[in-house]
Structures are given as C-alpha cells and as structure tokens.
C-alpha cells in the first residue's frame, strides 16, 4: 500500500501534478463527508459480492476470471425482465433478482461445462465468455431493448419504480444490497470454517490429491464455486442496474468484476479482508472521478493505482516466500 | 558364488573397473566397497532390490555424483567423472529409469537437444535426421523422427531414449529397469537389439529386479544387497533360488510366535476386481482376487511399481472398477468411491504422508477430517468443530503423537510422528478393514515399534488388515498370510509360516510360482 502510493506519487511527480493535492483529491476529499462514505459503500458493493463468488473458486484452484460476464449477463436478464416481460406487479423484483442470479450462474455453467466435460482452461473460456456477455448487452441496448423514447442513445428506458430494489435511506442511493452483501460476508466465513463443502474447497485447493484421496469430487466440486461465483456476480449486475444505474447501458459493468479480482487478493480470500479491500478499491474509483473533476486527470489513474496495488502485493508475497538468489553458483562442467 | 570375474572373452583389459566404491548419505551407507568389471561387449545384469544401492551406484559411475572412496578405472585408465557431461565424453551412455524426454517437442528436436554442444554432432537438421534414421534401420527401430513426444507409446519413447544414446557411439551403456515401461513383445525384440548393440562391442550395464529377464539377456549378473555385492555369476548358469538368496538374504526372519486368529468373518473381499484404468506406465494388471478375515493381516510383498498403488487405489475406490465385486464388512462397496468406503469402514494409511495422507499446510483436525467426514458433517453440511478437535486430542495423547501444539499444521510434525498421527486417525473408530501401505517407511525404530504394536493391536479388536509393504522383515512380523506382487499379478497367499524367505524372494521377482504367468 505504502509502496504503491509512493510510486504513484512518482508518476504523478513525473506527471507535473501537485502531489500533495491530487493525493487528497484520490483518496480524502472523497471521503470526508457523508455522502461521500455512502458513495463509498455503494461502490465497494458490487465489488465485494463478486470477490466473495471469486475467493470461493480461487480457495478451490479455480481461477475464475468471469465475474465481469457473470455480472453482466445477471444485469442484463434480470433488467429485461424489468424493461419487457408483462406486468409482475409486486412479483417484478423477485423475478428480476431470481433472473439475474440464474443468468449470471448459467453464465458460468458453461465454463464449469467445458471445464469438467473437455478439461478446458476456465481461466480462457471466462475471459472469452467475458467478451461475449458485453457484446450481448451491446447488441441489447442498441437494438431490442433501446429505449424507444431515447433519441436513439444506446440506453434502455429507465426501470419503473416497481422495479428498483428499495432505498436504504433518503439521503443516500444506496439499497438492501448492500446489507446483503454484508450477510454475505458473514455467510462466507460460516461456509468456509463450519461447512463440510468449504472445507472440500480448501483441500482441492490446497492438493488435489489428497482431494482424491478423501473421495471429493472435484468435478461436483468445480461445478459449485463456478455456480455460486456466477451467482453473486449475476445478483451483483443486478443490483446495479436495479439500484444506483436504474437502466440498462453499454457500461455498466465499468470493471467491477475484473477489479473484484484485485479486491479478492488483497483481501488475500479471507471475507474480511475482501470487505476491507472492496472499501480500499471503491475508493480509488470515488478519488479517480474526483481527481478528473478537480485537475482533469484522466480517471484512467484509477487504473494505473489499482494495477500498482496488486503488483505490488504480488510482488511483496514473492519475496516474503522466496529468497532473491544469485545465479553465480558453479555450473557443473 | 565363487565364479571368477574374468571376461568371457580371456585376458583383456576391462571396460571398466570399479574398486571399492563407497558412498555413504546422512544414516545410510547407500555403496560399501563395490568391486565391479565389466569386459567390453559384456551385457552384465545388475541385480538388487530397491535401496539395495544400484541406483547410487550407476550415479557414480556416470558422474552425478562422487563416491566418496574407490577408485574407477576405464580402459585401464583411473578416472573421476565430475558431471555426466565428462562420462559421456569419455564414451558412457545412460538410460534412466524416468524417461528424460521433453514431451511437447519432437522426436528430433529431442535428439539435437541430447546432443547439443558434444563435439561432431554440430550437424544440419537434414544431416542429422539422416543418420538417425539410418541408425534406426540398422538396429531394426522404427521410429517417425517428427512425431511429438507426447503422441508415442511407452515403447517407442524407450527406443528414442537408446537411439540418441548410441548416436554417440558409446563404449558403455547403462540401462536403469529399462523394461519396466515395455510390454513382453517390446521387452523381446529390445533383448535382440540389445544383444546386436553388444556384438558391436559396446558393453551394457542392465539393472534390473526381474529374475527372468536378467538370465535371459546378461552374460553376468552381480547382485547388491544393502550397499553391497552378495555374489556374481554367469547368469544362465545360477539357478533362479540361487540369485533369489544373493537378493533378498539367507535366513528367513525369526518369526513371531503364532497367533490365533481372531475372528473368522471375511470383511474385506475382492473378486475378479479390474480397474477402469488397468494399464497404468506400462503395467497391465490382472483381475484381483483377495480375501482378508477379521482378525488377520494379509501381507503383499513387492518391489515398489509392481501394482502396490493400483492395488490400494482399487480397494480405497479412488480407481474406478470396472469388472469384478469388492465388498466392505459384507456390504457391496463396488460402484462406490472412497468417501463412501470410509463410512462403510475401511480406513487407509497411504503410501504418500504429505501430497496424499495428509495436507501439510492444514491442521491436524482437518487433516483428521480427510478420511472421517462421515464422523464429523452431520447431514452432509455442518462440521462438528468440537468433536475434531476432542479427538485430535485424543490421537495425540494415546498415539504419542509428538506436536508443536494441539493446532499445529500436519507439516510441523516429523515424518514419524505424522505417520503415527495417520495410523491413529485409521483406528480412531474402529475400521473393519484397514490398508497399510509402507507403514513405516521412513520411520524412525521407536516410532516403528509402535506402529507395528499398534497394528497388531488393531488386528486384536478384529479388524482385517491388508499390509503392502517392501519391508520383509516387517511382514514376516506382522502378517498371517503372505503373497508377493509382480508385475501387476497377485501370487497365491500362504500362511507365513509356510514360505521361506527364498521362495517369497523368487515371486517376488518374477520366479517360482510367477514364471510365465505374469504377463497374459
């Protein structure tokens, strides 16, 4: 953290920014009031939901990295339900989060599929998939469910009050999704420490064949974290369009799911960790936005200051792990 | 055995003469002043059980490692090989045991890598691939030269193994169980190359534990037993009980007083088992058929890759059967996998302790959970945290398990006070029916000790206990019954009494009541 500030101060130094001043801009200003912190908690939702789906799978050696289609195709279903199925009434929300949680599971059935049917990588058939739930919302908001009444901007109508998920208080925009989330957290620990399933993801993931050995099936067992990532990332899109977004639009995903994978591993996959890492990502999205407005700094920054965290994270475990050796010792002639 | 060793060939200088060559690891005096001399154009077999001191010594030889006293004469002339590199100058040539080859690439990007760097051998492609062929043709060894690696049989990797080694014209080569991988039809026209490669005069260094096989390739064998040569001799003169002797030892252990067996119920039965997968690195294994009552241990004999781990995999359920019935204490466990199994009854000490056994990076409550989940996830879903960490406990204290702490890691325990935490966590509840492979394998003698009381103990209260072990002494102790795995067949069981250390040591290498029916 230190050193990822510190380097992000040199390339803002480089830059001919005022340090002192954009860092505040990134990570003070937008948290110094209450508003502000529930900007925070609204950001850090989405992010902590799909890092809960993703630290399952990571915690079984599934390396997930289709949180970003999973949310998306949840987003998408569920808000068609809003924007075209016939009037629910009361039933709108339930079938719209029940649709979002299916489409993002079903999303990631299909490389739990691949991958137990043909032994295909899951981290390229996620991707690949990734790629195809865009062009799928893409192709929806420019085409069947184009608001009619929208100048021809790529955007659906915006959802009926019916069909949002309710407001936690007046003032601010965040909903019941995120309690939900922090449920979800604590759910997340129950699972790993007390359940017999989380304990069969930790031994597949930590030796498959012991895993073999104690008679787990890793191919049930592959099926179950793909699912239950899909899930959470489906409710996820979900709870963004059906919350803060209110429509369907070409970008709403904004990263969510790729930096959810960051917030999985600083969060290092423990369900507290994640809440905090989500806090600590949400905000560089809150300070990058925030930088733009006050310095005109391309919010691509964030980018730039959630790569650096990761990187060095990375980095750091490597070198607590592994000795830096010299490569001086005599080859054998 | 008192046959001279003097080259068939009269008076000349050796090939290569070994003095005295000692080699000692931390405990273990792995070569004690081996004397060996090898003619050249001699095939000579090398016989030995595993840790007999074979492998160290080929190592030696080849420059891997240095002994640490002996001298090693080549031609005549004292040398040290520093590195394989030197052997190989010098004209030796090695096959190991583990095919070394890199499996993505082709066949000849795999001979250019093997040669890269020796001199006369920085050749174009074309040239090259030339004079594989033409040495493949001669030797009558088909092999594509573009195939990748990946795509060939056991058999034809071997012979891309020996090609690139006699592409550099060797004077010596060393064959390390060249034949573990091949099937009977292979192992044949193999001999006849083999035999055609030592005409030329290229002496060969066979090492082998397969009786059969070395009296029917090798001009001499010499056998190791502990680090040391027992006896040498032209090998189609001794008789198979003779070399049996030179390998396993004289005296058959002293054997325990009888016990009477306990119960009489079979509570582990396999008839006619076959695995989904039966040919596993060149082994076919035969249908299995096995009973163990209550009460007894059956032992099963063996040299490790004879089918120990095919065996347990069946029985545990972690191979998947696919003709043939196994039943667990009378109920049929056939189509079930090990979870299952383990509720049924049967518990297992594994061959592995870490990467199989147990997860070194986890506790020992979870470690305890492996092979319990019956015990310990009421309906399927909650663990009983509680109860693990009491019987943990109990492990620990009754088992003399010596632990940093309660909640230390698998991978904080030593090897012995692991392996005694994994025989406490088979008998926690009683099996009906409990493996031991290699119990104590590894183990310190106190710690052995206890784990051979504690079977016995096991065996008391009733249960039925398969142990595969290489260790004789270790069967002669523990077990009523005895039989002998050789390439992937089971012998007849006899009671223990009633087989003599030889005759034990002839099935075990493919002699005696194995002769001729190992392979269908």
Known sequence: ???????????????????????????????SDSYGLSELALKSTPLL???????????????????????????????????VAPPLGVMTLPAMVTTGVIAGMGWAAIAAWLRTRYGASEILTTIMLNYIAVSLLTWAVHGPLRDPGGYSFPESALFESHALLPALTESSRLTVSTPFALLAVGALWWFLARTLPGYQIAVLGADSKAASFAGFSTTRLTWLVLLGSGAFAGFAGLSEVAGPVGQLTPHIAFGYGYTAIIVAFIGRLHPLGMLLASLLLALTYL????????????????????????????????????????????VAA | MGVPDESPHGVRIPRLELIGITRRYPGVLANDGVDLRIAPGEIRGLLGE??????????????????????????????????PRVARALGMAMVFQHFSLIEPLSVMDNVRLYLDGIDGFDRPP????????????????????????DDLSPGERQRVEVLRCLLLKPDLLILDE????????????????????????????????????????????????????????????????????????????????????????????????????????????????????????????????????????LISGESAARTGRLSVAGRDMTRYGPARRYAAGLQIVPAERTHQGAIPAMSLADNLLLTNVHRYASRGLTLDREQLARDVREIIDSFDVRTPHQHASAGALSGGNLQKFLLGRALLDQPRVLIC??????????????????????????????????????LYLL??????????????????????????????????????????
């Open chain 1, 1 to 31: 953290m230190t050193l990822a500030i510190a380097a992000g101060s040199a390339i803002l130094a480089a830059l001919d920014l005022p340090v002192g001043t954009s860092l505040h801009a990134l990570f003070i200003a937008p948290v």
């Open chain 1, 287 to 330: 300070g990058g936005e925030n930088l733009q407005i006050n310095t005109g700094i391309s919010k691509s920054v964030t980018l730039v200051f959630q790569g650096l965290l990761l990187f060095f994270l990375l980095g750091c475990d490597v070198l607590i792990r592994y000795r830096v050796a010299g490569s001086n010792q005599p």
């Open chain 2, 178 to 313: 060249p034949t573990a991988a091949l099937t009977p039809g292979e192992v044949a026209q193999f001999f006849k190359v083999l035999r055609t490669i030592a005409d030329g005069g290229c002496s060969i260094l066979f090492i082998s534990h397969k009786l059969p096989e070395v009296r029917a390739l090798c001009d001499q064998v010499t056998v190791l037993r502990r680090g040391k040569v027992t006896g040498h001799g032209i090998a189609s003169v001794m008789s198979e009980s003779e070399l049996a002797v030179l390998l396993v030892g004289e005296e058959t252990p002293v054997l325990p007083p009888a016990r009477t067996p306990v119960g009489s119920g079979v509570l582990l039965d396999l008839d006619q088992l076959t695995g989904a997968t039966n040919a596993l690195d060149g082994l076919q294994m035969q249908p299995v058929s096995l009973q163990v009552r209550s009460g007894e241990i059956v032992g099963i004999a063996g040299i490790s890759g004879n089918g120990q781990e095919h065996l347990n995999n």
């Open chain 2, 437 to 474: 492979n290699h119990p104590t394998w590894g183990v310190d003698l106190r710690a052995a000790h206890a784990i051979h009381r504690r079977i016995l103990e096991a065996r008391s209260q009733g249960a039925a206990i398969l142990l595969i072990t290489e260790d004789l002494d270790e």
């Open chain 1, 49 to 83: 939901l799909c890092a809960i789906g993703l630290s399952v799978c990571y915690r079984a050696g599934i390396w997930n990295i289709g949180a970003e289609g999973q949310f998306v195709m949840g987003a998408l279903a569920g808000g068609a339900i809003a924007l």
């Open chain 2, 126 to 149: 074309a040239v090259m691939r030339e004079s594989f062929l033409s040495l493949a043709e001669s030797l009558d060894l088909p092999v594509d030269p573009l195939a990748r690696v």
């Open chain 2, 479 to 520: 077990a009523d019954r005895i039989g002998a795995l050789y390439s992937g067949r089971i012998s007849p069981l006899r009671p223990t009494r009633e087989l003599p250390l030889q005759e034990l040591g002839l099935w075990m290498t493919g002699g005696g009541e194995m002769a001729g029916k190992a392979v269908a």
């Open chain 2, 50 to 83: 595993n840790g007999s001191g074979k492998s160290t010594l080929m190592r030696c030889i080849y420059g891997v490692e240095q002994p640490d006293a002996g001298e090693i004469l080549w031609n005549g002339r004292q040398i040290r090989p520093m590195s």
